[in-house]
């Protein structure tokens, strides 16, 4: 890098410039990047293990007096014929064995399971499928609180220190596996649960602001797919863990075991650029200034040097305007565009980690549908970081929110054929996981930068209401099998109309104020 142009970028302005200056894929950007996208990998396991510690199992009632020795979750030759409840309801005994009249039974209190790798058969659930479910729900509400959290952590004491405590909180998820059997065992694991996915969950977040301010806030879509290609090495990792150690306390504590590490981050991972100058904090930007220069190897000239020790503040010129809810509601343009936005971002959520959690009773072995469920997010990152820039926002997310509608509604009625059925389930898994990416980078678009913070958290908010739901879809499965697919089909089409009412912002400056966003309607 050229000590002339260090002079040029610092004559505009020190705080934004400065920190665009030292962005990029040097040697510097690409180890600091490596160890914020590890949190995420780690993240990305506990935040989708709960998909398999409480998956559903097979069951029978038990009868203790007619049961074998090696009793199988299989109906035994003695059952009364006709009687199809046999989870829940347990046959009346007669001078023999089992009572002949299929209506003489009484609620069961006693269960064999098919096997004890889920929570259902140690904390006794069965015939509680909404316990089972609830175990989701809470996990997500706790990534509901997180998220503003780790967000204001984040802003207030810096990207470091959010994802030190997020990753080190990772630690309590140990703990799960110390619960004891029984309803005292699920509610301590319930607590600890959703205590951990507060604590955790906010990596997302902190890493990715990290890295885009590494690279530059022009290569935000690229920040966005490597995050997004963690999480699904995370999912994919995960999966191969509990493919081989089955058992829920046992993977658990495998999981777990990267925690340590994060306790060499304090001399690792350093701060971010950006979020030095902005709030302050000069002499901390220089020396990290002076470690990037070596790293990437550039001179600092004297008057870059001179320039940060005399500025006590970096001020943002970009702040034309203070924004309030009152200013929202003068322009209609403006509101509906928040509106329609919070859809997406509650749709994508919805649907993405809807599919996630339903993989697993797809027809066939379900953790290699997980599996698969998992690495259908690559392609569609992927996807999502070519289409962006060469195609428009606009089209982007119509034809990812039409394709993946289009796929889950029609999941409904092919369910009986496995691999078609498998098929079109993961092209609508792909499509979500390229609106997901898109969804991010267009919302920060259409809104002015005297609000994008709020609104965007806004949208994001909404987006987690969709993950608190998600975990809950499985048990429409009651009502109709397909009826979880066709509701996420629904709402993803309902996502793609939507974008009609939107403009392209691709190759369009960002707007700064409420009128300037205003016009691009």
């Not at 509701?487 to 912002?505: D, I």
Request: a neutral charge.
């Amino acid at each position: 890098m050229e000590l002339k142009k260090v002079d040029e970028v610092v004559k505009v302005s020190i705080g934004e410039s400065l920190s665009e200056l030292v962005s990029g894929f040097g040697r510097y950007q690409v180890w600091q990047s490596f160890l914020a996208l590890i949190p995420v990998v780690c993240t990305a396991m506990s935040n989708t293990n709960f998909v398999f510690a409480a998956a559903a199992v097979n069951y029978r009632c038990a009868v203790p007096e007619c049961e074998l020795a090696n009793a199988s979750s299989g109906l035994p030759n003695w059952w009364p014929v006709n009687v199809t409840d046999y989870r829940c309801s347990r046959p009346v005994l007669n001078n023999t064995c089992i009572t002949k009249d299929i209506n003489n039974y009484e609620n069961c209190d006693e269960w064999i399971y098919e096997t004890n790798n889920s929570i259902v058969a140690e904390f006794g659930l069965a015939c509680q499928e909404w316990k089972r479910t609830l175990v989701g729900t809470v996990h997500n509400l706790g990534v509901l609180i997180s998220m503003p959290l780790m967000g204001f952590i984040s802003d207030r004491f810096g990207r470091r220190k959010a994802i030190i405590i997020s990753g080190l909180s990772l630690s309590l998820g140990a703990f799960k596996t110390l619960s004891g059997a029984g309803l005292n065992g699920y509610v301590t694991y319930i607590c600890i649960e959703f205590l951990e996915a507060v604590l955790v969950t906010g990596t997302y977040t902190s890493c990715f602001v990290l890295i885009v301010e590494l690279i530059g806030s022009d290569k935000r879509i690229i920040g966005a797919a490597a995050v997004g290609i963690s999480v699904a090495v995370g999912e994919l990792i995960l999966d191969l863990i509990v493919w081989y150690i089955p058992y829920w306390r046992n993977f658990l504590l495998i999981i777990y075991c990267p925690v340590p590490i994060f306790l060499f981050y304090t001399y690792l991972l350093e701060e971010s650029m950006r979020w030095l100058l902005i709030n302050g904090k000069n002499y901390e930007a220089l020396a990290l200034l002076q470690k990037i220069s070596r790293w990437n190897q550039f001179a600092i000239s004297d008057k870059v040097i001179d320039d940060i020790n005399t500025e006590s503040k970096t001020t943002n010129v970009v702040n034309k305007e203070t924004f309030t809810v009152k200013l929202l509601f003068t322009s209609t343009a403006l509101l509906k565009r928040v509106v329609i936005c919070s859809w997406w971002w509650f749709t994508a959520a919805f649907v993405y980690y809807g599919l996630m959690i339903n993989s697993v009773s797809l027809p066939g072995n379900k953790n290699a549908n997980f599996a698969l469920s998992s690495f259908a997010t690559i392609p569609g990152d992927i996807i999502a970081v070519i289409t962006l820039d060469r195609f428009g926002r606009k089209k982007t997310l119509f034809w990812g929110f039409l394709f993946c509608g289009l796929c889950c509604v029609t999941n409904g009625f092919i369910q009986d054929y496995k691999i078609a059925s498998l098929v079109v389930f993961l092209i609508g898994k792909t499509s979500i996981s390229a609106c997901f990416n898109a969804v991010y980078v267009y919302t920060s678009e259409l809104v002015p930068t005297s609000a994008r913070g709020s609104l965007v958290g806004t949208c994001s908010m909404l987006a987690r209401v969709g993950t608190v739901l998600a975990p809950l879809t499985p048990l429409l499965r009651d009502l109709w099998h397909s009826l979880p697919t066709t509701l996420f089909g629904c709402a993803s089409l309902s996502a793609a109309v939507l974008t009609l009412a939107t403009p392209e912002t691709l190759r369009k400056p960002l707007p700064d104020t409420v009128a300037e966003a205003t016009a691009m309607s």
